[in-house]
DNA sequence: TATGAATGAGAGTTCATTCAT
DNA sequence: GATGAATGAACTCTCATTCAT
């Protein structure tokens, strides 16, 4: 996460407890997460939120500022998990071919596992005050540049084609981000195994530079 | 569009002549997408629809039932362009590589053309009641067809690998999306026309059977 | 009619022609009374009346002042049927006693007749301001004045006992009133016919001196 | 009152502190019900509604769902004064006729003590969809129903013609009733009292079956 | 700390009335 | 005379936020 990320949270909470405030502040999330992905961020209210937390509505706000915060932690939340889930699946993975696999791979499970947070980041970031769209914004480029490392690493190898890093990683991010966006129409036709082989299967023809040997 | 379109939009209004209707209808649209895209559905209001298409705010209700009226016929007006605007673009293409090459350019076209328009649909498709957002995305899939059916010419002549046709269609609908849904990014890195081509490069190498012929 | 309700009437409209704005009144007020009484006054709108009646909401305007006229035009109505059928129903009634069974008889039968429309009345009459309302308990005295005059006239022919005519008259009153306003409960146990011969019974037990020859 | 009206009372509050809930919504039905008596249902705004209680609009739905509710709840009120009262003016009276003069007089009493939410039940109770109207109507049945029990009594023990039950508690019910809807006109010709001992000379005229004994 | 009753501004929607045609 | 599109005030209901307890 962005160096700066604590600070934005400290200044949202009342509570002088350090612990305290994390763990509840986890609690109260998670079912912001939830309610904000199935219902909608307006249409959800802090009193169901709170409900869901098992707290009052009151003690909301002294872990939270606003409306808007629990938002912006709800988003940042997903991003976060991509950020550790990530990482941890090339954990093992060896040569840059390997870890680009695995991190395409990765990606797409992780936004499997959290696909309505996903949609949630894609609907509700714009609810956001610029300043913390940037925030959101800035958290997601840190996640695109561990997809954008493994391919120059393949590149530098002479695995891929020297293309545009950035587009490639685009192509990766797309591709995962579409098992949510586009689920509606997925879930009918493959599983998520079959989504991930057939997307790499896609890009690495695209890319490999000796297709006989590496894709299979 | 879906042959029932007329039918629900029949219903929205209270007012008997039709041209009156059509022509006001698009005017109050107009607005409306432009706000909505600007400040989201939910955080924009029917007085203000009413004031940016120059009338009351109870003449809005003549030619609309709902505010959600009020989206779904924003949304439609985005999809509507897209299937008017490609088939267009596909005038004059000939044999089935040049129409893949020139539905893919076009789509991204569209999309530029209505980029926060394109952001409403994803942002707000959701906030309509189920049978609407399937009514949605009934005619998010007769494009796509538009392009499965280039795709599919090219593997009948073997042009193309024989890829799941499906899966390479939301290669191409993502990637125009993505001009829009990643557009604070790539505008600090691109223009549309080498996004494009850029694009296109990606996606024939990840197809064509005869690269060295027919990509340059 | 009180002698007034041509003045009444005359300030409503802004139409010249006499005969036109008696017979367009009379389409408008046949509509407004089934509406008022089937939804309530509050909840019918000018424009359903107009469409009722056939004609352009803006037409309503020139015929009546007010939705407030409607109403009141309304409630006229039954009580002018009320003057009207009444005295209609006593030719050919020799004797007092005829005339006043007559007279019941024929006053549980109007309200049948008009049974929404008084039900109207009833409800809706305080929503005029008082000066009207007076307008109307006057209409509606002078049909009771017709009622207590049979009474008074059995009274002066040692018929009846000698009690207030007032009270008796309304005694009248309420019981054919009853068969509207409690009609849901009525309907179910009884018919028009019965009700009426119960009722006249009832009530001639309470008043006759000489039960043995007159009742049976 | 019917055994279910805790269950829809329950319903339209969303304050657990039934102490609370009970005591808030005795004293905003207690404004309600002068406002909507005075002005109308339709007229009344929850505004005034929630200003005549001391509280603020929005608090008036933490303890009724709608302002339907507020109505029901209104009428139900004036109901349950006539359920708890008039058993209560029935102590002390001993042998049937006692018994029903006390009811006929209990009952015109309440109806005057409550006589503008009277008219209210009469106006408005309309106003209320199908199944609240016919749980209201229920609630009156109930009362009726004691009305009923004593002229039955007084049948059985040879003191009242053997009439209709039914008709006979309607003319004591209309008779009451009157009270309220025609007091317009009462008021300048009699009080309370008078009126009462008039109308049961009446009834017990119509129904009486020795008169000469019982009546003076 | 924790509660949840209380606030009140603000949104969507309706409809009596007008007036240009 | 006749139309019906247009107006905009007014109403119901919601919900983020506060604060006395």
């Known amino acids: 996460m962005p160096s700066d990320t604590s600070q934005i ?11 305290l405030v994390k763990e509840r502040r986890a609690k109260i999330v998670a079912g912001a997460v939830r309610l904000f992905a199935e219902q909608g961020y307006e249409r959800t209210t802090v009193q169901e939120v709170a409900r869901e937390a098992g707290i009052s509505t009151g003690l909301v706000y002294q872990y939270v500022r606003d409306k808007e915060d629990l938002l ?3 988003i940042l939340d997903v991003l976060e998990s991509y950020a550790t889930e990530i990482p941890a699946a090339l954990e093992g993975a060896e040569g840059p071919l390997q870890r680009c696999r695995a991190t395409f791979a990765a990606y797409c499970r992780v936004v499997d596992a959290r696909r309505e947070a996903t949609l949630l980041a894609y609907r509700s970031t714009y609810s956001l005050p610029p300043e913390r769209q940037r925030f959101i914004k800035d958290a997601e480029q840190k996640t ?3 997809i954008g490392g493994c391919i120059q690493d393949c590149i530098d190898e002479g695995l891929f084609r020297p293309v545009d890093i950035d587009l490639a990683t685009y192509q990766v991010v797309m ?3 579409a098992w949510a966006l586009k689920h509606w129409h997925f879930v009918k036709r493959t599983d998520l195994e079959s989504y991930i082989s057939e997307g790499l299967d896609f890009f690495l023809h695209a890319l490999l530079t000796d297709l006989g040997r590496k894709v299979p």
């Open 144 to 146: 695109n540049r561990l």
């Open 72 to 74: 912006l932690l709800s």
């Open 9 to 19: 949270l400290k200044g949202m909470s009342r509570t002088a407890d350090a612990g």
């Open 175 to 177: 591709y995962a981000h």
